[in-house]
T-cell receptor, first 113, second 114 residues
Framework: DAGVIQSPRHEVTEMGQEVTLRCKPI?????LFWYRQTMMRGLELLIY????????DSGMPEDRFSAKMPNASFSTLKIQPSEPRDSAVYFC???????????FGPGTRLTVL | QKEVEQDPGPLSVPEGAIVSLNCTYS??????FMWYRQYSRKGPELLMY????GNKEDGRFTAQVDKSSKYISLFIRDSQPSDSATYLC??????????????FGQGTRLTINP
């Protein structure tokens, strides 16, 4: 299995631009999680899905952030408009059932200038 | 106050030393305790997993949970340069629809010097 796949691996954009991050979870996993990691705040859960349905988006910082999961093998996290404070590493993780083990992707390093 | 507190370090020790990493937490509902290891420019990966209080050993790694003190530890024996990474503690309580929402510590950056 290829593991969780994220793209792009690096993204540099200018303030105000739209950014779309992509994730392909491990096949058969029912749960998908989006995290953000910064030096100041560590690893924070933004949103998670169960069987493609958003369950908890209380970690989404503001309306500029949105996430979708149109099918079991694909999810997107969109930031519109982007701001410099959104610069961080964004991780996608998936989990098979109700186990606590989450499998993380390699992350997308986002820089907003 | 954060739900989970972890000293971010950095921590630097010589090869072969015993390493102790710790986290404290405030939410008594947490019942699953994990340690993730994150190498530079990589995603975190699960290293150890325990449920409730007690010890768990896996090779050179030992995880301890003291729920009465709300304190967890990870010990690394005979540390190796390949153990150099950031170690994150994570905890969870039951969550709706059965998913385990994880709350992570800040992570401790560890370097093992040859």
């Amino acid at each position: 299995d290829a593991g969780v796949i994220q793209s792009p691996r690096h993204e540099v954009t200018e303030m105000g631009q739209e950014v779309t991050l992509r994730c392909k979870p491990i096949s058969g996993h029912d749960y998908l999680f989006w995290y953000r990691q910064t030096m100041m705040r560590g690893l924070e859960l933004l949103i998670y899905f169960n069987n493609n349905v958003p369950i908890d988006d209380s970690g989404m910082p503001e309306d500029r952030f949105s996430a979708k999961m149109p099918n079991a093998s694909f999810s997107t996290l969109k930031i519109q408009p982007s701001e410099p404070r959104d610069s961080a590493v964004y991780f996608c993780a998936s989990s098979p059932t109700t186990t606590s083990e989450q499998f993380f992707g390699p992350g997308t390093r986002l820089t907003v200038l | 106050q954060k739900e989970v507190e972890q000293d971010p370090g950095p921590l630097s020790v010589p090869e072969g030393a015993i390493v102790s990493l710790n986290c404290t937490y405030s939410n008594s509902a947490f019942q699953y305790f994990m340690w993730y290891r994150q190498y530079s420019r990589k995603g975190p990966e699960l290293l150890m997993y325990t449920y409730s209080s007690g010890n768990k050993e896996d090779g050179r790694f030992t995880a301890q949970v003291d729920k009465s003190s709300k304190y967890i530890s990870l010990f690394i024996r005979d540390s190796q340069p390949s153990d150099s990474a950031t170690y994150l503690c994570a905890m969870s309580a039951r969550w709706k629809q059965g998913a385990q929402k994880l709350v992570f510590g800040q992570g401790t950056r560890l370097t093992i010097n040859p």
